[in-house]
């Protein structure tokens, strides 16, 4: 079934009163009318719910429509994004172990490994995920142990041969964590490349309308099923109604990626001979470092993430980010909205300024994420924005 096709459907769970969509359980536990149904409800020898921690119908309808999209056997909603990589980590490797981390992936990623894990006994290592040699190197010297990588970086839209480094991690018994949020299942099913366990921030694309946090974790019954315990006990769950909200944001994200991910390219295109805009990063633009990867990795086109090297470095990027009149600053990404972000204030901040130089970042950089207006509209909110950089 299409993506499309597949966004739209309902899963069937039996809503009462034949809802035809996923009411909103706003409730913290069930009741029963005795020990003894309740009991059988605790045991799973009758399906039901008991405490929304450990369960509710709206997220797992949420967690159902995710797992669909990434043709997964089974999902489970987090809190958050991070919530859901700390989740999947934990399930896939609970006691302390090398953990290897791409070196493009988003900040908060980084601070989970550095800050968490590696005090919990954790063995940090960095991965250049663009060298297979290198990430071979890695694993043989440290050994077994968990690979976090992203399908399509922040912000540059690096893709590396995802498929190659799971290969190599499963070769010595390492497991991997593929973070699909930039991809999206509309771009990307990393399941299909052999990941032990999917992340999103569904605060982003497949919410859709930057009106919630949370996350996703999908794979085979048994992982997702060991994720699901340590939010549970962790207390990672997510309020029913940013489930709710993430239900009616999904099923529409593939029409939502499809136009974005269409003006993403048009823009990038667009803005490649401007002045005041000294590079254009996009993984459609032949000049991409990754062009090649991305076209045999990715389907439907290159997602709605560009970035931009603006000229005169931090004042250029805050004169032009000042100039936009249909685009706001918004430190975050997926919106119906079109927005910009600066990665060294704000989602890599964290990283010091020799590692933010490893992944091309510095000060003139921004980043876009496309949303579903009319492209002509935002080429020539750039054009006039770019043209304000020599007064910077
Ligand atoms: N993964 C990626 C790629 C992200 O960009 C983010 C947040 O920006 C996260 C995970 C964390 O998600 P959340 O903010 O929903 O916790």
């Known amino acids: 079934m299409d993506i499309h096709t597949k966004s739209v459907q309902v899963p069937d769970l039996a809503w009462p009163q034949n809802s035809a969509v996923p009411p909103l359980y706003q409730t913290a536990a069930y009741a029963y009318h005795g020990i003894e149904e309740a009991d059988r409800v605790f045991r799973s020898e009758e399906p039901g719910y008991t405490y929304t921690r450990g369960g509710n119908p709206t997220t797992n309808a949420l967690a159902c429509l995710i797992a669909d999209l990434e043709e997964a056997p089974a999902g489970v909603i987090a809190a958050s994004g991070m919530g859901a990589v700390a989740a999947a980590i934990l399930a896939l490797q609970p006691t302390p172990a090398p953990i290897y981390v791409a070196r493009e992936i988003y900040g908060g990623t980084v601070g989970l490994a550095r800050r968490i894990l590696e005090p919990l006994g954790f063995a940090f290592t960095w991965i250049d995920t663009h060298s297979i040699d290198q990430v071979e190197h890695a694993l043989a ?29 499963h070769r ?5 964590v593929v973070d699909n949020t930039f991809a999206t299942p509309y771009h990307a099913r990393p399941l299909s490349w052999g990941a032990d366990l999917v992340v999103h921030s569904v605060t982003k694309f497949i919410g859709g309308h930057s009106d919630l946090i949370l996350g996703a974790v999908v794979g085979t019954e048994e992982r997702v099923q060991k994720a699901s315990q340590v939010m549970d006990l962790v207390g990672m769950t997510p309020d029913p109604f940013a489930s709710w909200l993430a239900f009616r944001g999904a099923r529409t994200m593939a029409l939502r990626m499809e136009r974005a991910s269409a003006n993403a390219l048009g823009l990038a295109e667009a803005l490649r001979h401007v002045r005041g805009i000294d590079e254009v990063f996009y993984p459609g633009l032949a000049t991409h470092p990754d062009h090649a990867q991305a076209t045999r990795l990715l389907k439907n086109g290159y997602g709605a993430i560009l970035a931009i090297r603006v000229a005169r ?28 972000s600066h990665p060294v204030v704000a989602s890599h901040r964290d990283l010091t ?31 006039q924005a770019a043209a304000e950089v020599d007064h910077a």
């Not at 010297?141 to 290969?167: F, H, K, Q, T, Y």
């Not at 009149?325 to 909205?337: N, Q």
């Not at 020799?354 to 080429?379: H, Y």
């Open 141 to 169: 010297a440290g050994g077994p142990g968990v690979v976090v990588l992203e399908s399509m970086s922040n912000p540059l839209g690096r893709v590396c041969a995802v498929d190659e480094v799971i290969d190599r991690a």
């Open 172 to 176: 010595v018994k390492g497991r991997v």
């Open 313 to 340: 470095g931090r004042a250029g990027a805050d004169r032009l980010a000042r100039s936009l009149r249909l685009v706001p600053f918004v430190p975050s990404l997926g919106d119906v909205m079109t927005t910009i």
């Open 353 to 383: 300024p020799d590692e933010q130089a490893a992944v091309l970042i510095d000060a003139g950089v921004l980043r876009i994420s496309v949303g579903i207006e009319n492209v002509g509209d935002l080429i020539e909110d750039f054009k």
